[in-house]
């Protein structure tokens, strides 16, 4: 899917992850997509679900993480606890 479509989806306040070490993973994860965006301009590939419980793929570059949001290069946010997974390239 194309990240200028994300504005349009909802997001549930749960968490999908509910293995705090997962989480901590997710984190981890999502600090090391930000400097690989902010210093190489290299994109990943997130998995989030959206509040009606669909799973969405996204390639893109992750310009921002802070405790509850991470931001992408045009802009939109993604819910932490919405995101699932980051696969780096």
Known sequence: MEKEEIPSFHFTTDDVLSNPEARKKRM????????????????????????TGERKR????????DERFMTLKAGCSIPIPSIIGIEFF
């Open 28 to 51: 981890w994860d999502l600090n090391r997509a930000a400097s690989l965006g902010n210093v190489y301009h290299g994109k990943v590939e997130i998995t989030f679900q959206t509040a």
């Open 58 to 65: 996204v390639d893109t570059t992750v310009w921002a993480v």
